[in-house]
């Protein structure tokens, strides 16, 4: 079996763009994805828009369409990442799932595909995103069964029936446009957690992105000051779903889900109350079971450290406060994998030196 230098384990913004610098750096890659490129965002709540602005969803190296000042829906993106791998015609095998991933006495890694077959590479990234599985708080198991529960990955509310009392867990993105698609329809309570920034979209006739950008807020290291502060606050900009419009569509706000019991859940501002259905919508984890390293995995994840692993040869991209605050975003894509090249390309190096 040939061995490749690198395989890229996924094939969304940061998977994409690793690829392309591993294509520039002339190096022997693959990248695998499990579905096909942009699927990810493509299974995200029908209609969801970005809430960062055109401008700001774009790769190194291919301009995004349209306005860039407004905000592109979810398949707006999908439809650029599948362009930007054509485009770069990057070295991508779609409906390639990793199940295993382990590394050999020889020193090479071996990725176990779905099929049955197996890859062995000097170097991988992964890339398969920190967005994976849903977190869904304990509490939820004090629910009675005639509680319709559903979670963030929700693709459409259609599943939710008229006159319905929702609970929404969670006021992030995910959480405050299901809110607002269900404000007029249903009986809705958002619980929030700790209380968070909500930023407007545009600051002085400016996206609120641009301000960040210029100030360096967004690209300060995770340990510094204003990360600090960022990670306490954790602000999102919320636009038109701020909470003086969900009020005014009737949405009742209400303070963090403290404990479920039967068809109630108490809120911490305003006691029990009576609930049709609940949605978590209270962030995601990692799915590492593929990942055949116990020492490269704790309770909440990966381990790394800017990207790179306790297992030489083997980097991470694409995760929240990987470097800094844009590590998430696709704003944070040029930077991580830049920041990751430079130990890879050293380990690579390295390992040719070797006969
Ligand atoms: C609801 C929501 C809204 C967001 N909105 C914004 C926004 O407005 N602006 C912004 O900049 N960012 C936004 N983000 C954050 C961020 O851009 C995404 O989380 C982004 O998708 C992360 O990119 P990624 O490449 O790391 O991972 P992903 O986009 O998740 O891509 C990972 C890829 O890996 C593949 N994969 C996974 N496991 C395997 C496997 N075992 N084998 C092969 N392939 C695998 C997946 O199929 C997927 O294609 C949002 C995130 C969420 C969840």
Known sequence: MSRLDCIVIGGGQFGLHTARMLQQADLNYLLLERDSIGDVWRNRLEGMKLFTSRQFCALPGLAFPGDPEGFPTTVEIADYLVSYAGHFDLQVREGCEVVGLDRLSNGSFQ????????LLATSIVNATGANQIPQVPAISSQLAGEVQQLDGSLASTDVIS??????????????RQIVDRLAG??????????????????????DIFWWLDRLRILSADK??????????????????????????KGVKIVGRALECSGRQIRFDSVGWHDIDTVIWATGYCDRTSWLKLPHCVDERGFIENYGRTPEPGLFLVGRKWLSCRASELVMGVEKDVERVMVPLRAFLSERKEIP
């Open 111 to 118: 990725v176990d595909l779905a099929d049955g077959t197996s």
């Open 162 to 175: 008229d006159g319905h009392t929702v609970a929404v867990i969670g006021d992030g993105a995910t959480g």
């Open 185 to 206: 329809r249903c009986n809705v309570f958002l619980a929030t957690g700790s209380p968070r920034g909500l930023p407007p979209n545009r600051l002085f006739g400016r």
């Open 223 to 248: 340990n510094s000051l204003i990360a600090k502060i960022l990670k306490k606050r954790n602000p999102v900009p919320c636009g038109e779903y701020n909470n003086r419009r969900l009020k005014a």
